[in-house]
Antibody
């Protein structure tokens, strides 16, 4: 079964770019049944969906972050990545990658499953 | 954005008790709501999708119901391994949004 693992620096300086990678194992990122997502959770706050990418390269992001977010995919390496520019302390939190499936019969979204275990990113000088 | 309000924020119950968690959305989302379980140090786990469909492998003591703006996750007989944080998420419209979470503890 598909497993996801986030990797990247745990500390980023303010105004710099946060970069994370999600490595997919147990399945292909070319699977057309899945959309590949980034989600984050600031301390003490609710989860926030950041955006997704499809294996073809189509992306869609949360409008609240869209101007700072870049999501890319490397199908040869079976991973996808997140870049978040101009970070501030408000971007501190646990970052997750997760798969969103489709309910084909209804043409609707199923839910995020599976998720990676998450990686803590702290923005501080 | 669709705002999600979960209640209670925490609940303490005995083994075998029935536990109910509610999620209210600021706009109607039909039945497009999912529930997740999260244990410390782990990524969340999908329990229920489309309001009432149980994800494969999830014990049958978990159940979901509701449509429109009001939804419920029920644990029919609480087990020690159910200690976790539970949260809801709407899959109806972008951006996808989550509830704040409900912490379930054993008395």
């Amino acid at each position: 079964q598909v497993q996801l693992r986030e990797s990247g620096p745990g500390l980023v300086k303010p105004s710099q770019t946060l970069s994370l990678t999600c490595t997919v194992s147990g399945g292909s990122i070319n699977n057309s049944d899945y959309y590949w997502n980034w989600i984050r959770q600031p301390p003490g706050k609710a989860l926030e969906w950041i955006g997704y990418i499809f294996h073809s390269g189509i992306t869609f992001s949360n409008p609240s972050l869209k101007s700072r977010v870049t999501i890319s995919v490397d199908t040869s390496e079976n991973h996808f990545s997140l870049k978040l520019a101009s970070v501030t302390a408000a971007d501190t939190g646990v970052y997750y990658c997760a798969t969103m499936g489709i309910l084909a019969a209804e043409g609707r979204w199923r839910g995020f499953d599976p998720w990676g275990q998450g990686t803590l990113v702290t923005v501080s000088s | 954005d669709v705002q999600m309000t979960q209640s209670p924020s925490s609940v303490s119950a005995s083994v075998g008790d029935r536990v109910t968690i509610t999620c209210r959305t600021s706009q109607g989302v039909d039945r497009w709501l999912a529930w997740y379980q999260q244990k410390p140090g782990k990524g969340p786990r999908l329990l229920v999708y489309a309001s009432s469909s149980l994800q494969s492998g999830v014990p049958s003591r978990f159940g979901g119901s509701g449509s429109g703006t009001d939804f419920t996750l029920t644990i029919s007989s609480l087990q020690p391994e159910d200690c976790a944080i539970y949260f809801c998420q709407q899959t109806h419209s972008f951006p996808w949004t989550f509830g704040q979470g409900t912490k379930v503890e054993i008395k």
